[in-house]
């Protein structure tokens, strides 16, 4: 390179010495990198082998099996209608009448875990807000929510891993139970639906936190809040509990911003570029803000909530119009609040 060229780049940018590259060729490697960079994104979303999504799936198709050798309906019912599907023997439903969703009885899923205010607070049972994770009310909730389950937990398990994906679907699970506790208190509930909406929350987190990795944005975002607003209305059904559903989303919602986030572009890449081009931060401010409000809104929402839950207080004392956030009556049907 001739002096006149050393004294050019050198005019651009001070620090070069004339020696190695120019810098445009550094910012034509850097620029090679973040595509790189982009690509890498892309392809290590296959990185984890989902394990765990499946597991829990079998896991519930085992315990419902488990509810109906427990529930022995042609031994245990003794009603004007005849079990549904008797030629099952042991494992028949239980009459239409009493359960459409083809399953066990309410004394049997009560037996076996299923949420109750009354045993959760007056009996100290409070092992119930897990156990009503893994129960449910018949074939259809239980397929509904497999199925829900596996087309959003395996992709979110081979992008994060069994161990974060764990944590939020049992957390997410948890806090809806603990909603669902505080609103319904006359009702029992069963069911992942909780869970499951709280991998739905944390989709949305994690689109807002890495809002600067993804290339159709508002696509992306369309996506996920037409996916939730629809869930969302139509646990304002009767007979569904909404509140399950709504305690779930907000907590992985959370969680999402906390288990979620990735390291912002070129941090992995750092220690193969140029000192200049290196990025100092593993995280970008936005994220890390992010990340202490949704801490603190977190453990103070499930402290405020478990001291209002194992006080006795009801949910619908505090908040008068709550109720219709669960089910909305109309002129076909009635809600029991």
Avoid at 280 to 309: D, E, H, N, S, W
Wanted: aromatic share 12%; charged share 15%.
């Amino acid at each position: 390179m001739g002096s006149r060229d050393i004294e050019k780049n050198r005019g651009n940018y001070p620090n070069y010495d004339g020696h190695g590259p120019p810098p445009q060729q550094h910012q034509q490697q850097h620029q090679q990198q973040q595509q790189q960079s982009s690509n890498y994104e892309i392809v290590s979303d296959k990185r984890w082998k989902s394990w765990l999504i499946p597991l829990i799936v079998v896991a519930d198709i085992a315990i419902f099996i488990v509810a109906m050798v427990i529930n022995n309906c042609p031994k245990n019912y003794f009603g004007v209608d005849s079990c549904f599907a008797r030629f099952l023997g042991r494992v028949s439903f239980q009459p239409l009448r009493e359960n459409p969703l083809l399953g066990p009885s309410s004394a049997t899923l009560l037996k076996m875990g299923a949420l109750q205010w009354d045993r959760v607070v007056n009996q100290h049972q409070g092992w119930r807000l897990i156990s009503c994770i893994w129960l449910h009310a018949g074939v259809v909730h239980l397929v509904a929510n497999m199925v829900t389950l596996v087309l959003i937990g395996v992709r979110l398990e081979q992008q994060f891993g069994f161990v974060r994906i764990g944590i939020l679907y049992l957390v997410s699970g948890f806090g809806g139970s603990v909603l669902s506790a505080l609103f319904l208190q006359r009702n029992i509930s069963v069911g992942a639906s909780g869970a499951l909406f709280g991998l739905l929350g944390a989709m949305l987190a994690e689109l807002l936190t890495n809002w600067t990795i993804y290339a159709n944005k508002a696509a992306a975002l369309f996506s996920i809040v037409l996916m939730v607003a629809i869930n969302l209305a139509i646990g304002m059904l009767p007979h569904v509990d909404n509140f399950a559903h709504i305690g779930g989303f907000l907590t992985g919602f959370l969680l999402g911003f906390i288990l979620l986030i990735r390291p912002r572009f070129g941090w992995l890449e750092r220690h193969q570029l140029p000192d200049y081009a290196r990025v100092k931060t593993k995280y970008l401010p936005y994220q890390m803000v992010f990340y202490f409000i949704a801490l603190a809104a977190l453990v103070a929402g499930f402290v405020i909530a478990l001291i209002m839950l194992f006080k006795g207080k009801h949910g619908n004392d505090s908040c008068s119009w709550c109720h219709y956030l669960d089910c909305v009556p109309t002129s076909r049907w009635q809600c029991d609040t």
